[in-house]
Structure formats: structure tokens, C-alpha cells
């Protein structure tokens, strides 16, 4: 099956700008995440989907980042404006709900943000 | 869900066997062990998980001790291509995977040496 896509690969740009990342999951999958990672630590969850209804965004710092799923299959996130702390790779991940077949996350290969 | 901790670094001679050790005393009878690796600039991958028996797939072997409080993930063979940060969660029932999101730490960096 084909993995979790997800766009643009490298994003730079000034702080005060705004950014948008993409995020297209496997075929089925009702659950979708956004997790920010900064260098030399672990990825934290920013957004939880089941498929276009917020589970979790309780560390969805809301003041500046949105993110939105229509129609329950692809995704974006939104930072508007940067800061130089948001500097950070965006993995998106994908998960089947209630199935024991697949016990896993597939994540993407995430977008990695500089502010400058 | 329990906290885990694991040693920040390993070094590993490529061939050998890879234990990577991970201690999480607080874990309850519903959780599992869940072990995730992170190769760089790529996303995190699911290696394995289990309960409480030892468990072995193509990827690697998890060995859960008989009180639950610690586990090891071993790759047998390690490879060049094994080198990653290797995560360690424990979380409930993989039914409840679409109820609670996955919670990392900081990982073990393992460096497999040529």
C-alpha cells in the first residue's frame, strides 16, 4: 500500500510569515496526527483526527496553528504567524481505528520548517 | 499512560546482537510495550509489541520481564542500516489505537559500528 504523503519536503521562511503543510494518509486509515519534532527530541503530538473530527488538540498551540481535515481523508496544518521556536519537522501519521490488524502508526517522511 | 525510561546512547558493533534496554516500573496489567525506531530525515516506524509474553517478528525480538517492569528489544544481527533512535511506549490495548495518540520520549540513539 502506498505510504503517507506528505508536502512540501523542506520549507524555509521569515518569522511573522505564514506556512502550510500537507498531508495525505493511507487509503482507510480514519485516524490522522500531526506531530511537531524538534531537533534531538522526541515527536509531540499536536493534533489527533478521527476522520474530520478533532479528537485531540490540547497541545495545539491555537493562537497560531490550525489545522483542518475535510472530508475525514486529507489534511492540512497552518502556522500563521512563525516563530523562530516553530522551527521543527511536521511528521503526519496515519492509523487505522478499531482494527486489530494493524497495530501500528505509519508515518510520513515529515516537512522540516526553518524560520529564520 | 506509564512513563519509561532508557539509556540515551548505545553503540553497537555491526553483526552483533543489539539489546536495547527499556525500564518502565509504573506500567499496568492493560498496557503494552511498544517499541518504535526513527532512522534520520525519516518518520517514526512501528517495530514491534506484546503484552507480556516474549514476542518475534522479521524486524526483532522483545523480551518482557516476568514482573512487566522492563523490557529488552533485540536485533539480532545489527546492520549499518539499524542505526536509529529507538523509542519505547507503553500504552494501552492496540484496539484503543484510535482513542489516545502515541507519547514519545526521547529514545536510545543507536550507533551500529562498522
Known amino acids: 500500500e502506498a505510504g503517507v504523503a506528505q508536502s512540501p519536503r523542506y520549507k524555509i521562511i521569515e518569522k511573522r510569515q505564514s506556512v502550510a503543510f500537507w498531508c495525505n494518509p493511507i487509503s482507510g486509515h480514519a485516524t490522522l496526527y500531526w506531530y511537531q519534532q524538534i531537533l534531538g527530541q522526541g515527536p509531540k503530538l499536536l493534533i489527533q483526527f478521527q476522520n474530520n473530527g478533532v479528537v485531540d488538540d490540547s497541545q495545539l498551540p491555537k493562537d497560531r496553528f490550525s489545522a483542518e481535515r475535510l472530508k475525514g481523508v486529507d489534511s492540512t496544518l497552518k502556522i500563521q504567524p512563525a516563530k523562530l521556536e516553530d522551527s521543527a519537522v511536521y511528521l503526519c501519521?496515519?492509523?487505522?481505528?478499531?482494527?486489530?490488524?494493524?497495530?501500528?502508526?505509519?508515518f510520513g517522511s515529515g516537512t522540516r520548517l526553518t524560520v529564520v | 499512560d506509564a512513563k519509561t525510561t532508557q539509556p540515551p546512547s548505545m553503540d553497537c558493533a555491526e553483526g552483533r546482537a543489539a539489546n536495547l534496554p527499556c525500564n518502565h516500573s509504573t506500567i499496568s496489567g492493560n498496557e503494552y510495550v511498544y517499541w518504535y525506531r526513527q532512522i534520520h530525515s525519516q518518520g517514526p516506524q512501528y517495530i514491534i509489541h506484546g503484552l507480556k509474553n516474549n514476542e518475534t517478528n522479521e524486524m526483532a525480538s522483545l523480551i518482557i520481564t516476568e514482573d512487566r517492569k522492563s523490557s529488552t528489544l533485540i536485533l539480532p544481527h545489527a546492520t549499518l542500516r539499524d542505526t536509529a533512535v529507538y523509542y519505547c511506549?507503553?500504552?494501552?490495548?492496540?484496539?484503543?489505537?484510535?482513542?489516545?495518540?502515541?507519547?514519545f520520549g526521547s529514545g536510545t540513539r543507536l550507533q551500529v559500528q562498522p
Open positions: 511506549i507503553v500504552r494501552v490495548s492496540p484496539i484503543d489505537t484510535g482513542r489516545r495518540a502515541l507519547t
Open positions: 501519521a496515519s492509523s487505522r481505528f478499531g482494527s486489530q490488524a494493524n497495530y501500528g502508526y505509519t
